[in-house]
């Protein structure tokens, strides 16, 4: 069964330009979340989609955004790069909607912005 | 407001036993452990559901002591694959999902 992949692993990128970044879910699993991971925040929450709808947003600023397609895949956006926005982002997915159910995280894109 | 996780970091012999805290100022509904090496994803290690309870496989288990709002994962004679850091994913209690909120994670190191 294959994991949760993630698209692309490494981006370097220019403040002020966008980057979409991709998620393809276990086969199955329609709850996908997004992570932002820094060394001096650590994992935060940035959104959750399950059935194309996002059922929660963490406190990111309106340049996150995302959205979920109807073979469960997600993409997440952020426009307008700053360089603070340096991160592993990183994609999880899970079998439902709901809590108490465990994610099965990818391998992150690693985004550089210069 | 993020679980707090202790210690921030820990050396062992292999053999050793280590205990890894993740307090909450919030009513847990669960707590999911997971342990990431560098480089590479979270891995789930166990999810410990409000109601207080205890879990294991092999030699790392965890416990949930709802009272307390705090959970502690327990690794058992420790191996050199147990290195990485340890992370605690937090959901509280009440009405909607929000996600998890993770501790700032736990360092520990395995030497032979």
């Known amino acids: 069964k294959a994991g949760v992949t993630q698209t692309p692993r490494y981006l370097i990128k220019t403040r002020g330009q966008q980057v979409t970044l991709s998620c393809s879910p276990i086969s199955g699993h329609r709850s996908v979340s997004w992570y932002q991971q820094t060394p001096g925040q650590g994992l935060q929450f940035l959104f959750e989609y399950f059935s194309e709808t996002q059922r929660n947003k963490g406190n990111f600023p309106g340049r996150f955004s995302g959205r979920q397609f109807s073979n469960s895949r997600s993409e997440m956006n952020v426009s307008t790069l700053e360089l603070g926005d340096s991160a592993l982002y990183l994609c999880?997915?899970?079998?439902?909607?709901?809590?108490?159910?465990?994610?099965?995280f990818g391998s992150g894109t690693r985004l550089t912005v210069v | 407001q993020q679980p707090v996780q202790s210690p921030q970091a820990v050396i062992l012999r292999e053999g050793e036993d280590a205990v890894i805290n993740c307090s909450s100022s919030?009513?847990?509904?669960?707590v999911h452990w997971y342990r990431q090496k560098h480089g590479e994803a979270p891995v789930f290690l166990m999810i410990?559901?409000?109601?207080?309870e205890q879990k294991g496989h092999d030699k790392i288990s965890a416990s949930f002591n709802e009272k307390k709002q705090q959970s502690s994962l327990y690794l058992t004679a420790s191996q050199l694959s147990y290195s990485g850091t340890y992370f605690c994913g937090t959901e509280y209690s009440g009405g909607g999902a929000d996600g998890l909120t993770f501790g700032k994670g736990t360092h520990l190191i395995i030497q032979p």
């Open positions: 919030k009513a847990l509904y669960s």
């Open positions: 999880a997915s899970s079998a439902g909607q709901g809590k108490g159910l465990g994610y099965t």
């Open positions: 410990l559901l409000k109601g207080g």
